[in-house]
């Protein structure tokens, strides 16, 4: 149930990373605050990990939170009070709430990705594909968790590189297997009902996926510029389902929104409906 909002005038936010420009992130806060009458800013700022700490360490009582892209998402972990528990299990914070003098990490990556796919149709799997190995890779595999995986292989370029997630798989009960980025051609009937790509925009995997993996598999990219993503414009080129990587951008801030206006990601907001719609309306 939505609780009434706090009083927290002036409060600033911002979304940090590198590169940033292309972020749209200010666009949907800004929209949601707006909307929620909140007399809130939120900017982008071009951030490394090197110049992070600094940058934490100089925030004054006027800001109420920030947002992290890659690679800052494992950057910040040490530079926090404490963490929620899924930025614990995956090792990555994409949120931080200044609260009281206290810094809160939190992870809404998982709840955007389950959200977004809930919104598509996709609401359980068996097996899934994992595409990358970073943070947001963390992120995808408890998600599949969520949604019911019990198998999920990981596609990589390098050997060994799936390691942390073998370990994340066994702490979540999913069993998980490294193979090489070829494999995405060689899935046959079966092997897959939800693909997640967590590549960088505009990556070319250098492998076209294997028709009957397009047919049956939903792919959701999660890079959403350039659109259409190479994987993604292979998917279509098959007329295969693909979940657009806004969707899980908007829907992750959603959650963003929650924790900064009540330190909570489990807490809605009023009208929460009409803010997801305005913040929709705001990156189409």
């Known amino acids: 149930m939505a609780e009434p909002l706090p009083q927290r005038p002036g409060s600033r936010l911002a979304v940090l990373g590198s590169p940033i420009s292309h972020s749209k992130s200010p666009a949907l806060h800004r929209a949601a605050y707006a909307h929620l009458g909140l007399d809130w800013s939120y900017t982008a700022v071009e951030m490394t990990g090197d110049r992070l700490p600094g940058f934490i360490d100089g925030l004054d009582a006027s800001w109420r939170g920030l947002s992290l892209t890659m690679p800052l ?9 404490e963490l929620d528990e899924l930025a614990v299990l995956t090792g990555a914070a994409n949120t ?3 609260d009281d003098g206290r810094r809160r990490g939190f992870n809404t990556d998982v709840g955007g990705i389950v959200r977004t796919l809930g919104e598509s149709g996709v609401r359980s799997i068996g097996r899934g594909i994992l595409i990358g190995a970073g943070a947001t890779a963390a992120s995808a595999l408890i998600a599949m968790a969520e949604l019911g995986a019990r198998e999920v292989r990981v596609l990589v370029r390098r050997p060994g590189a799936a390691a942390a997630l073998g370990e994340l798989g066994r702490r ?23 693909v ?6 505009g990556t070319d995997l250098g492998v076209a996926p294997g028709a009957t993996l397009v047919d049956e598999a939903v792919l959701l990219d999660v890079a959403y510029d350039p659109w259409p993503s190479p ?12 979940v657009h990587g806004l969707g899980m951008l908007l829907h992750q801030a959603v959650l963003q929104v929650r924790v900064f206006v009540h330190g909570d ?11 997801l719609a305005v913040m929709r309306e705001s990156v189409r």
């Open 265 to 275: 990601p489990f807490t809605e907001l009023p009208g929460e409906h009409d803010v």
């Open 231 to 242: 994987i993604g414009a292979a998917w279509l080129a098959g007329d295969g389902r693909v």
């Open 96 to 98: 931080v709430v200044l």
């Open 196 to 201: 997640i790509a967590t590549v960088p925009g």
């Open 73 to 81: 998402k494992q950057d910040v972990l040490p530079l926090v009070d």
């Open 172 to 194: 979540a009960g999913v069993s998980v297997d490294e193979l090489p980025l070829t494999a995405l051609a060689e899935f046959g009937h079966g092997d897959g009902e939800l």
